[in-house]
T-cell receptor, first 111, second 114 residues
Framework: KQEVTQIPAALSVPEGENLVLNCSFT??????LQWFRQDPGKGLTSLLL?????REQTSGRLNASLDKSSGRSTLYIAASQPGDSATYLC??????????FGQGTTLQVKP | DAGVIQSPRHEVTEMGQEVTLRCKPI?????LFWYRQTMMRGLELLIY????????DSGMPEDRFSAKMPNASFSTLKIQPSEPRDSAVYFC????????????FGQGTRLTVV
């Protein structure tokens, strides 16, 4: 059974700092991986989708990497801002289209 | 497209009552997912459909839960009878081709069973 783990569970950094969020999965036979953002009381917003054939994907200050063989993905946020404060969720797709989530990392960026 | 639309946004009901949550996926999407989110358990996949057919309902917690997708533009999640432990935020999501493209989520339905 696929399990997705995100470390750390919570993170607090000063504004301007670069940071890395980690995601690991137990079954490397994933199809794709997607990172989401969730603001308190809101739905999930898609940030990046990494295809299984890709090693990384970039959008603005965000860069996500994928290493299927080691069962890991990282989300790099450059020059963090208070508006980046949210919960970040990693989810993996298997080849049937099922999407399994980690527990998330709650990020606080202090002004 | 207006995105994935869920209704109602909030639902408060008494224990024992039937609750029906509704979802309209993005037009053209062929996968639809129902999730439940709680502080303790995070996001749990309850059931997902492909082309209106349920593919995996192993996450449905009990027989009190049922889901249907009568057509490509509508799905329901029903809880009968509801219990206080069913209180959670229920999300619906849709995607095209399974993992080929991104999954998009609705705003969720916050269910409170008293």
């Amino acid at each position: 059974k696929q399990e997705v783990t995100q470390i750390p569970a919570a993170l607090s950094v000063p504004e301007g700092e670069n940071l890395v969020l980690n995601c690991s999965f137990t079954d490397s036979a994933i199809y794709n991986l997607q990172w989401f953002r969730q603001d308190p009381g809101k739905g999930l917003t898609s940030l990046l989708l990494i295809q299984s054939s890709q090693r990384e994907q970039t959008s603005g200050r965000l860069n996500a990497s994928l290493d299927k063989s080691s069962g890991r993905s990282t989300l790099y946020i450059a020059a963090s801002q208070p508006g980046d404060s949210a919960t970040y969720l990693c989810a993996v797709y298997d080849n049937t289209g099922k999407l399994i989530f980690g527990q998330g990392t709650t990020l606080q960026v202090k002004p | 497209d207006a995105g994935v639309i869920q209704s109602p946004r909030h639902e408060v009901t008494e224990m024992g009552q039937e609750v029906t949550l509704r979802c309209k996926p993005i037009s053209g999407h062929d996968y639809l997912f129902w999730y439940r989110q709680t502080m303790m358990r995070g996001l749990e996949l309850l059931i997902y459909f492909n082309n209106n057919v349920p593919i995996d309902d192993s996450g449905m917690p009990e027989d009190r839960f049922s889901a249907k997708m009568p057509n490509a533009s509508f799905s329901t999640l029903k809880i009968q009878p509801s219990e206080p432990r069913d209180s959670a935020v229920y999300f619906c999501a849709s995607s095209f081709g399974g993992a080929v493209t991104e999954a998009f989520f609705g705003q969720g339905t916050r269910l409170t069973v008293v």
